[in-house]
């Protein structure tokens, strides 16, 4: 069974920070561009960031760029978002999926995980 699954997310202060890990079972990640998604309640999805299979292409949404850093690990089968200077807009469940290069737009196929509560309060 394919599935993606998010880890790392939690309670935090202002300022903090975090990682988020998302990890596949049933398929390897490393030929699939994987992007980070939010959606807070009542607001719709909002892509986050994307990186290329290799890692050498990045895009992140504006309100973000400074603070998170995408980066994966194919060996581990492993993508990550690094969040820095979190603050409490950033509040939201965080979930990985298929996202196209160059944006950082849902790629239209591909499973969703249950994804990770990221709560910045203090």
């Known amino acids: 069974q394919l599935q993606l699954v998010e880890s790392g997310g939690g309670l935090v202060e202002p300022g903090g920070s975090l990682r988020l890990s998302c990890t596949a079972s049933g398929f390897s990640l490393r030929y699939s561009a994987i992007g980070w998604f939010r959606q807070a309640p009542g607001k719709e999805r909002e892509g986050v960031s994307c990186i290329s299979s290799v890692g050498g292409t990045t895009n992140y949404a504006d309100s973000v760029k400074g603070r998170f850093t995408i980066s994966r690990d194919n060996a581990k089968n492993t993508v990550y978002l690094q969040m820095n200077s979190l603050k409490p807009e950033d509040t939201a469940v965080y979930c990985c999926?298929?996202?196209?290069?160059?944006?950082?737009?849902?790629?239209?196929?591909?499973?969703w995980g249950q994804g990770t509560q990221v709560t910045v309060s203090s």
């Open positions: 999926a298929k996202c196209t290069v160059g944006s950082t737009r849902y790629a239209g196929s591909g499973s």
